[in-house]
């Protein structure tokens, strides 16, 4: 009887095992997806100043040519709305975490 208790409870901690890893696995890595997102902005070179507002990235930019947009858009961006050298990015929930990362590179 006790035998079975051991196996299961060995079962049981390699399932959390490997549910960790899957979890760990499937998380974005922000600071990674800001650096990739100043790059496909033009460099840090290229941002005169931005802001945060919810769920939106608002970022003045020297030469709005050298925005890669198409590549935004497949990092994730939900709409990019261009406005004389000003785009409005729609990033969602992950705003809050990647203006963190994006301070430290700025």
Known sequence: MESYIIEYGIIIIL???VACAIVRSKRKDFKLEANR???LLGGTNNIID???NHSRFVVNLKDVNKANKEGIQKLGAKGIVEIDNQLKIVLGDDA???????KELK
């Open 96 to 102: 809050k975490q990647i203006k963190k990362y994006i």
């Open 15 to 17: 399932l959390v095992i």
């Open 50 to 52: 931005y802001e945060f």
């Open 37 to 39: 997102l100043v790059e």
